[in-house]
């Protein structure tokens, strides 16, 4: 009687209990997807933004012109000229579609409809083409960045005249070839192909993603060899001492400088002292491999440790050499962590901008970087100038960029990820 | 029940013949002192080990069984805060001279661990492994015969000879243990050191190391690490007791079980502690 009693309070107890536990547990679940979800939607909003200002710079919009490639203007010697005036030929082909503007101050402004490299796209076409001489063909041609503007729609009509960019004439015309169909957006590949730019329609980003590439190249040759010789020898051979441990606090601060410092370091030791080029992906790659060294070490070190001790031993019991024991068992093993944590370390430079502004690589260069030695600027340093310059041209391309660089981003994360997968599922 | 009163456990000598007569001292370990640090692990232990002889090491867990194997193949180098004094010699040389490079003493003196420790490759490199950084083959002909007739005495070739490039780490964990024998045995070494190699596995696969490790002992000297005293019993011809560092008994296996002259190898085997 007695302990059927005491099993009813129990009973109800618990009952009582669990209702109050399973509230909480729900508060807390809530608690939890709510901070889920706004990391979620602000990252949303970034990338909404994003996308919605950078994708309209993949595309740029073109001219259709019938071009006359006159041979007695192009070829008066029966060679095609390259000094040839090919800025009068695109310039006639535009007023011979607008006949009635006479004035010269307005055909100076139809011809800026034109971008500054369409005499320059029909010079490389017939350089490459020289049969197209005597000919007449319909080209498209780059148009400036502020009839792109008009059609992407960035620019206000209903403002008065001086206060936009583009006239009410020009305004006209854009819609009479629209009207034409002699206005289209086609992919952007000038961007792509082209290195910085003053004008818009001609600023691509391949300048800066081959610095960056120069400058990663020279940044993983050296960090990944450094560091994981660094890890092995910390790892295997170094004796447990003070002088290790200080070692191993110094590293691990190291990881945490201010990227800026070494910056400076680079400017100091590389530029001054070593007097290497300026603004060069030599001495990026310098600078960023100092920066992901300690990364690599970190995680190599890590990678090492997670090697079972059972296989160094039978290697040792079979009569395996320290060298051995580490180029035949530890390396293999610790191979993908190694490589995981070299590519979250290039990750990490890849987005690196405050220590390349320090050894130059921020200046305005057209030339896209043939070598490690040639002045450069990186992905990052582009966006950065790009989001500094006034035209809403380039602020449209900053957001390509920027998407062009979370692409890489990515990927490079992905490759991590995948990396990691494989080597747990080794044990 | 013991008729010597040799039950005096602050007696610092061991009890018991050392050497049976009849076989010839082939390793000797002369008072061998251990210290990890301050904590001193094995004190003043002195063992011959002989010829085609299983000897068996005994004793409650911690009392230094593992440290004292491992000087015998110097496999405590690598523990930084070990200290070993002592003279061990191998065939009448000085293992921890100068001369003789521990690398070309694991060769000739092999290990088998508790936990079967396969490397992550395939059964034939796993064989092949120390036969190849040894140079012990001239020709992919003679590493295969190696692996071969190792595989064939490890008693494993007729399960795995299919599969002989499938992962080490992919068989049975009784296999695997063998695997981990046969790859001691393709350095051809002269003796045998044995952690409790059958602490991690089921009955059935206990009494096929047994027996292996029976038919090994007529060519190699062997020494095992057991907590199992039906198996030191079973496998062994000569048993050491150890107790908290020491060497308390050693004697041929029958005598120390039957008649266990010192009063905590008694209390051990008829199970009062341990
Ligand atoms: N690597 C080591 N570092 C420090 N102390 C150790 C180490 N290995 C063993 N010891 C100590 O040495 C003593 C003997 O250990 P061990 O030889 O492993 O005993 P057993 O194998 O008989 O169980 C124990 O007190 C143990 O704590
Ligand atoms: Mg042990």
Same mark, same amino acid.
Not at chain 1, 347 to 369: H, K, Y
């Given at each position: 009687?007695?302990?059927?009693?005491?099993?009813? *309070?129990?009973?109800?107890?618990?009952?009582?209990?669990?209702?109050?536990?399973?509230?909480?547990?729900?508060?807390?679940?809530?608690?939890?997807?709510?901070?889920?979800?706004?990391?979620?939607?602000?990252?949303?909003?970034?990338?909404?933004?994003?996308?919605?200002?950078?994708t309209s710079a993949f595309q740029q919009t073109m001219i259709s012109l019938e071009i006359n490639f006159d041979r007695t203007a192009l070829a008066p010697d029966g060679d095609v000229d390259p000094n040839a005036d090919y800025e009068a030929v695109v310039?006639?082909?535009?007023?011979?579609?607008?006949?009635?503007?006479?004035?010269?101050?307005?055909?100076?402004?139809?011809?800026?409809?034109?971008?500054?490299?369409?005499?320059?796209?029909?010079?490389?076409?017939?350089?490459?083409?020289?049969?197209?001489?005597?000919?007449?063909?319909?080209?498209?041609?780059?148009?400036?960045?502020?009839?792109?503007?008009?059609?992407?729609?960035?620019?206000?009509?209903?403002?008065? &005249?001086?206060?936009?960019?583009?006239?009410?004439? &020009?305004?006209?015309?854009?819609?009479?070839?629209?009207?034409?169909?002699?206005?289209?957006?086609?992919?952007?590949?000038?961007?792509?192909?082209?290195?910085?730019?003053?004008?818009?329609?001609?600023?691509?980003?391949?300048?800066?993603?081959?610095?960056?590439?120069?400058?990663?190249?020279?940044?993983?040759?050296?960090?990944?060899?450094?560091?994981?010789?660094?890890?092995?020898?910390?790892?295997?051979?170094?004796?447990?001492?003070?002088?290790?441990?200080?070692?191993?606090?110094?590293?691990?601060?190291?990881?945490?400088?201010?990227?800026?410092?070494?910056?400076?370091?680079?400017?100091?030791?590389?530029?001054?002292?070593?007097?290497?080029?300026?603004?060069?992906?030599?001495?990026?790659?310098?600078?960023?491999?100092?920066?992901?060294?300690? @990364?690599?070490?970190?995680?190599?070190?890590?990678?090492? &440790?997670? @090697?079972?001790?059972?296989?160094?031993?039978?290697?040792?019991?079979?009569?395996?050499?320290?060298?051995?024991?580490?180029?035949?068992?530890?390396?293999?093993?610790?191979?993908?962590?190694?490589?995981?944590?070299?590519?979250?370390?290039?990750?990490?430079?890849?987005?690196?901008?405050?220590?390349?502004?320090?050894?130059?690589?921020?200046?305005?260069?057209?030339?896209?970087?043939?070598?490690?030695?040639?002045?450069?600027?990186?992905?990052?340093?582009?966006?950065?100038?790009?989001?500094?310059?006034?035209?809403?041209?380039?602020?449209?391309?900053?957001?390509?960029?920027?998407?062009?660089?979370?692409?890489?981003?990515?990927?490079?994360?992905?490759?991590?990820?995948?990396?990691?997968?494989?080597?747990?599922?080794?044990? | 029940?013991?008729?010597?009163?040799?039950?005096?456990?602050?007696?610092?000598?061991?009890?018991?013949?050392?050497?049976?007569?009849?076989?010839?001292?082939?390793? @000797?370990?002369?008072?061998?002192?251990?210290?990890?640090?301050?904590?001193?692990?094995?004190?003043?232990?002195?063992?011959?080990?002989?010829?085609?002889?299983?000897?068996?090491?005994?004793?409650?867990?911690?009392?230094?069984?593992?440290?004292?194997?491992?000087?015998?193949?110097?496999?405590?180098?690598?523990?930084?805060?070990?200290?070993?004094?002592?003279?061990?010699?191998?065939?009448?040389?000085?293992?921890?001279?100068?001369?003789?490079?521990?690398?070309?003493?694991?060769?000739?003196?092999?290990?088998?661990?508790?936990?079967?420790?396969?490397?992550?490759?395939?059964?034939?490199?796993?064989?092949?492994?120390?036969?190849?950084?040894?140079?012990?083959?001239?020709?992919?002909?003679?590493?295969?015969?190696?692996?071969?007739?190792?595989?064939?005495?490890?008693?494993?070739?007729?399960?795995?000879?299919?599969?002989?490039?499938?992962?080490?780490?992919?068989?049975?964990?009784?296999?695997?243990?063998?695997?981990?024998?046969?790859?001691?045995?393709?350095?051809?070494?002269?003796?045998?050191?044995?952690?409790?190699?059958?602490?991690?596995?089921?009955?059935?696969?206990?009494?096929?190391?047994?027996?292996?490790?029976?038919?090994?002992?007529?060519?190699?000297?062997?020494?095992?690490?057991?907590?199992?005293?039906?198996?030191?019993?079973?496998?062994?011809?000569?048993?050491?007791?150890?107790?908290?560092?020491?060497?308390?008994?050693?004697?041929?296996?029958?005598? @120390?079980?039957?008649?266990?002259?010192?009063?905590?190898?008694?209390?051990?085997? *008829?199970?009062?502690?341990?």
């Amino acid at each position: 009687m007695m302990n059927s009693n005491l099993g009813q *309070t129990t009973r109800h107890r618990v009952e009582a209990s669990l209702k109050r536990r399973y509230a909480k547990e729900r508060r807390f679940k809530a608690a939890g997807i709510a901070a889920t979800f706004t990391g979620l939607a602000f990252l949303a909003i970034f990338f909404v933004n994003l996308v919605s200002q950078g994708t309209s710079a993949f595309q740029q919009t073109m001219i259709s012109l019938e071009i006359n490639f006159d041979r007695t203007a192009l070829a008066p010697d029966g060679d095609v000229d390259p000094n040839a005036d090919y800025e009068a030929v695109v310039r006639d082909s535009l007023r011979s579609l607008f006949p009635d503007v006479t004035d010269r101050r307005e055909r100076r402004q139809l011809s800026s409809l034109l971008s500054v490299s369409a005499s320059y796209d029909v010079k490389d076409m017939l350089a490459a083409d020289p049969t197209l001489l005597g000919s007449t063909q319909t080209v498209w041609l780059s148009a400036s960045a502020n009839v792109d503007m008009v059609i992407k729609g960035n620019i206000n009509r209903d403002v008065p &005249q001086d206060l936009r960019t583009v006239s009410d004439l &020009q305004l006209l015309w854009i819609d009479e070839l629209l009207a034409a169909g002699r206005l289209e957006k086609k992919f952007n590949t000038a961007l792509f192909t082209n290195g910085d730019s003053r004008e818009p329609e001609l600023a691509g980003i391949r300048g800066a993603l081959m610095g960056t590439f120069y400058m990663l190249l020279v940044t993983i040759a050296l960090a990944f060899p450094l560091g994981v010789a660094a890890a092995i020898y910390l790892e295997e051979f170094a004796p447990r001492n003070r002088w290790s441990d200080l070692i191993e606090v110094n590293i691990n601060n190291l990881a945490a400088v201010p990227s800026i410092v070494f910056g400076l370091l680079g400017l100091a030791v590389f530029i001054n002292w070593m007097s290497l080029p300026r603004s060069a992906p030599l001495v990026g790659g310098l600078v960023l491999s100092l920066l992901t060294l300690p @990364v690599i070490i970190i995680a190599s070190r890590a990678a090492i &440790q997670a @090697v079972p001790p059972s296989i160094k031993e039978a290697a040792f019991g079979l009569g395996a050499s320290r060298m051995q024991v580490v180029f035949h068992h530890v390396l293999p093993l610790a191979m993908p962590g190694m490589l995981t944590g070299a590519i979250i370390g290039m990750a990490r430079s890849l987005g690196e901008t405050a220590p390349l502004l320090m050894i130059g690589m921020v200046a305005f260069i057209v030339d896209v970087p043939g070598s490690v030695t040639d002045p450069a600027t990186a992905l990052p340093v582009q966006i950065y100038l790009w989001a500094d310059s006034p035209e809403r041209a380039f602020a449209e391309r900053t957001s390509a960029a920027i998407i062009v660089l979370l692409a890489f981003l990515l990927l490079m994360n992905l490759a991590a990820v995948l990396m990691r997968k494989r080597f747990e599922k080794r044990w | 029940m013991n008729g010597n009163s040799m039950d005096d456990t602050n007696s610092d000598k061991p009890v018991g013949k050392a050497v049976k007569p009849g076989h010839e001292a082939f390793m @000797v370990a002369d008072n061998v002192n251990v210290w990890y640090g301050d904590n001193h692990a094995i004190q003043d232990v002195s063992i011959e080990i002989q010829k085609n002889q299983v000897l068996a090491l005994i004793g409650p867990s911690g009392c230094g069984k593992s440290t004292f194997l491992r000087c015998l193949n110097r496999m405590n180098d690598s523990i930084e805060i070990a200290k070993v004094t002592g003279l061990i010699t191998l065939d009448g040389q000085d293992i921890n001279s100068r001369d003789l490079d521990p690398v070309a003493l694991r060769a000739r003196v092999g290990m088998v661990f508790q936990k079967a420790n396969p490397f992550p490759k395939s059964i034939y490199d796993n064989v092949a492994y120390g036969p190849r950084i040894h140079g012990l083959a001239a020709n992919r002909a003679e590493l295969d015969e190696i692996v071969y007739t190792s595989l064939e005495r490890a008693g494993l070739l007729q399960e795995v000879k299919d599969r002989l490039n499938n992962p080490g780490t992919g068989l049975s964990g009784g296999q695997q243990q063998r695997l981990c024998i046969a790859r001691t045995i393709a350095v051809n070494p002269e003796v045998i050191l044995m952690d409790e190699p059958c602490s991690a596995l089921d009955p059935i696969a206990t009494a096929r190391v047994e027996d292996l490790i029976d038919e090994l002992s007529e060519n190699y000297a062997i020494v095992i690490v057991t907590h199992s005293m039906q198996q030191a019993a079973r496998m062994s011809q000569r048993t050491a007791y150890f107790h908290m560092g020491k060497l308390i008994e050693i004697d041929d296996t029958d005598k @120390v079980f039957t008649n266990p002259q010192h009063k905590l190898t008694e209390d051990y085997i *008829t199970g009062r502690f341990g």
